[in-house]
């Protein structure tokens, strides 16, 4: 159904920059449009080291007149909402700045939560409250989409919250002073939409900074000429 949007928009020539930060591979978006630049494809999501679909590695960058124009970042087990967003922060934000689509579809997936029954990501509904937000200030059209997430409560709550978000009702102080979510892995939420800030071991947010830098540093050398970033 994604790639039938982007090709729609297509067809109708625009330029289309697809944004998945589901926890799984954007595999099917990928292939569709491996070739061509009328699409950048962007997926953030847990490595294929350890999550299916197992591919979707930083040297996958396109072919042809694609190359330059597909785009993974696979990240490691246990990564944070403060480096999942100096990440995008550092490789989507200048891509999309240079590409200059005229839309936006997104892949907002759940399952990269904290808690997520399948994939072993610990990110809070703020990461994705935070990244709807900036890229809603490029003020380009936005066609945003759910995606997998396998903690019902917790994949509720975030698609609610983005949901303010796109609509303009999310003012930072909103609705954060429930209790449970993310943060208890559990449904008893006492009101609220966004998760509290999680508190991760410092010894492992080494070992998670070190893993990133080295995707990030392939990605800078092999993807950001194509597209003059230097």
Same mark, same amino acid.
């Given at each position: 159904? /994604?790639? &039938?949007?982007c090709l729609r928009f297509v067809e109708k020539d625009k330029r289309v920059l697809y944004l998945d930060i589901d926890a799984h591979h954007a595999d099917g978006v990928q292939d569709? %449009?491996?070739?061509t630049d009328d699409v950048m494809v962007i997926s953030m999501h847990e490595s294929g080291k350890t999550l299916w679909?197992?591919?979707? %590695?930083?040297?996958? #960058?396109?072919?042809?007149?694609?190359? +330059?124009?597909?785009?993974n @970042?696979? &990240?490691? #087990? +246990? @990564?944070c909402d403060e480096a999942y967003l100096a990440v995008f922060n550092k490789i989507v934000i200048p891509l999309a700045k240079s590409y200059d689509p005229d839309i936006f579809v997104l892949q907002l997936g759940m399952d990269a939560l904290a808690?997520? &029954?399948l994939a072993h990501l610990e990110l809070t509904n703020n990461v994705h409250a935070e990244i709807v937000e900036r890229i809603l200030g490029f003020n380009r059209p936005v066609l945003a989409t759910g995606g997998g997430g396998y903690h019902v409560e917790n994949t509720v709550?975030?698609?609610? /919250?983005v949901w303010t978000v796109l609509c303009g009702l999310s003012h930072g102080n909103d609705l954060n002073l429930g209790m449970g979510g993310t943060m208890l892995q559990n449904s008893e939420w006492a009101g609220g939409l966004r998760d509290r800030v999680l508190t991760t071991n410092a010894d492992h947010c080494k070992s998670v900074e070190a893993a990133i830098h080295e995707t990030v540093q392939s990605l800078i050398q092999n993807v950001f000429p194509y597209h003059g970033i230097y």
């Open positions: 159904d /994604l790639v &039938l949007a569709a %449009f491996y070739s679909p197992w591919t979707g %590695f930083e040297n996958e #960058i396109g072919d042809g007149a694609g190359k +330059g124009f597909n785009v @970042i696979p &990240l490691p #087990i +246990g @990564i808690g997520d &029954l709550r975030g698609w609610a /919250l």
